[in-house]
């Protein structure tokens, strides 16, 4: 199975990113998986945008969305929401369909309980109006995993959620 990981961070050093490179790592023997970690090459949607033609960072990454079998996605939790980076990606792709029937795994990353909540709670709800298929849906914190030199190594318990996750894709 093709999975793309989308990291719905705006940082470059995103955490996101390093979880979604874990769980790469985690599932290659079964599953290859592309990781999408720069969200802010996109520019802001507006409908307008749509009548001058889409910006070829865009249109590459509606082709990657088509391509792939399914999405794990990836968030922190910016001021209650999910970062705007995240919410004009999911804008690009309002009118198109990409998301549509998608087999998606939705997480959010962040430091600690009970942070994330309302993130995935936007996510969730941005998904659901472009009728992708959420197949699960959970958050992990830092307390889940272990950091050493930008790389992620999961407990054994966050390591089975993460496996049991992806056979769900199957």
Known sequence: MKILGISGSASLQSSNF??????QNEINEKHSMKIIENLSEFPLFTPQRLENGIPKSVLNFKKELIHNDAII???PEYTHNIPAVLKNMIEWCTHSGEFESKKIIAMTF???EPR???????LLSSLKAMKANIITQFPLYRTDVTFSNREISFTEESKTLIKEAVELLE
């Open 110 to 112: 962040t430091p600690y």
């Open 18 to 23: 390093y979880l979604l490179k874990a769980i």
């Open 73 to 75: 996605l990836s968030t």
């Open 116 to 122: 994330g909540k309302f993130a995935m709670q936007s």
